[in-house]
Structures are given as C-alpha cells and as structure tokens.
T-cell receptor, first 114, second 114 residues
Framework: GNSVTQMEGPVTLSEEAFLTINCTYTATGYPSLFWYVQYPGEGLQLLLK?????DKGSNKGFEATYRKETTSFHLEKGSVQVSDSAVYFC?????????????FGKGTKLSVKP | NAGVTQTPKFQVLKTGQSMTLQCAQDMNHEYMSWYRQDPGMGLRLIHY???????DQGEVPNGYNVSRSTTEDFPLRLLSAAPSQTSVYFC?????????????FGEGSRLTVL
C-alpha cells in the first residue's frame, strides 16, 4: 500500500539555522509528493509540491526534490525564521479514482527560537 | 472568497449523542473530503466525495456517515458519539480528483466526546 514516513519531532532550531525534515514514501506507480504546513490554530496549507521524479518544489525559501531512486522528498530551508514555527506534513497522492486521495505522514513540529 | 468553511469550530458531546459537522466550499470544487487529526497519527481520511451524489470510504470510516447532495456541501455525521471520536476534524476540497492537485483545507472543528 501507499505510506509516508517522516522524521519525528519536535525539532527546535535557532533563527537562521539550516533545516532538514526527512520524508520517505512507499507507493505503487508514480505519485505526486507534497509538503503541507499547519500554523498554530489553523488548517493545513500547501507549501510546495512535485509531480514527477527529479522535480524540485520550492516556496518561501523551502525546497524539496522528488528522488525516485531513494523514494524521498526531504524538506530543506537554508535559514529559518521564528515565523516558520509550525507543523510540517509530508504527503503523497496517487492518480485518480480511489487513489486520488492525500496520504499524510505523522507530521513534524518545528519550533524556531530567536 | 471564503474558501472552505467548517462549523462549529468547537463542540463538546456526551457519549451516545449525535451531531453533524458542516463543511461548505464556494470554489465549485468537485472533490471534497474529511480527515481527522490525532496526536502522533497525522491526518487520516474518513470519507471522500468525487462529485455530488458520490461518496466513498477512506481509511477510518467507522462511526461516521456522509452525503453529498450539492457540490458546495459535504456534512459529516456522527450518529452515536464515542470518546474515541475525540479529535480535530478537517474538511478539504479540490477542483478534481486527479493526481497532483492542491487540496484546500478548512480551519478545523475540535470535537470532544465525554
């Protein structure tokens, strides 16, 4: 079946530190991969996505590259800010019909200290 | 543009009571879904719909009913609430059920069952 495994948190960093949150997946075929972010008290919102192997998604200084050979989609940011404190979810979606649903990892809570 | 609207935001029930969580979207999206979020579990799919009159079960459907009589609305019904249904519930929608698309989430409904 399809599944997503991401590093467990919480992760605590100082402002301007480098961030990596690991994500690996198991899926049939060629899924699309996503990172969603949940700020305190809010719903989830799309941070970035990649729909095929070797694609790089990027947004707000965050990046992730779809690596088919290692079945990974690690999230990185070169210099985090206090405002990046949130829970980050890695997710996959296969194509169409009953497979066209998002499958989430368990989430990684990031806290950034000034 | 309201996006995805969930009501109520907070609810406390006693075991055995029934209630309906409302979800409405104003983006003319075909696809709608309900997730529950529990600590350490990420988000798990309860039910989803690929269009008016069509619903299907997700990963954790037991104890929940849904219907989709209009494109805009996708209510989630708890017929006899149990403490195990204490959770935060998110409704999400997208323009289609094809792969690679973004899901738009509501702000969540926090339910406590005593």
């Amino acid at each position: 079946g399809n599944s997503v495994t991401q590093m467990e948190g919480p992760v605590t960093l100082s402002e301007e530190a480098f961030l990596t949150i690991n994500c690996t997946y198991t899926a049939t075929g060629y899924p699309s991969l996503f990172w969603y972010v949940q700020y305190p008290g809010e719903g989830l919102q799309l941070l970035l996505k990649a729909t095929k192997a070797d694609d790089k998604g990027s947004n707000k200084g965050f990046e992730a590259t779809y690596r088919k050979e290692t079945t990974s989609f690690h999230l990185e940011k070169g210099s985090v800010q206090v405002s990046d404190s949130a829970v980050y979810f890695c997710a996959l979606m296969n194509y169409g019909g009953s497979q066209g649903n998002l499958i989430f990892g368990k989430g990684t809570k990031l806290s950034v200290k000034p | 543009n309201a996006g995805v609207t969930q009501t109520p935001k907070f609810q406390v029930l006693k075991t055995g009571q029934s209630m309906t969580l409302q979800c409405a979207q104003d983006m003319n999206h075909e696809y709608m879904s309900w997730y529950r979020q529990d600590p350490g579990m990420g988000l798990r799919l309860i039910h989803y719909s690929v269009g008016a009159g069509i619903t299907d079960q997700g990963e954790v459907p037991n104890g929940y009913n849904v219907s989709r009589s209009t494109t805009e609305d996708f209510p989630l019904r708890l017929l006899s609430a149990a403490p195990s249904q204490t959770s935060v519930y998110f409704c999400a929608s997208s323009y289609s059920s094809s792969g690679g698309r973004e899901l738009f989430f509501g702000e969540g409904s926090r339910l406590t069952v005593l």
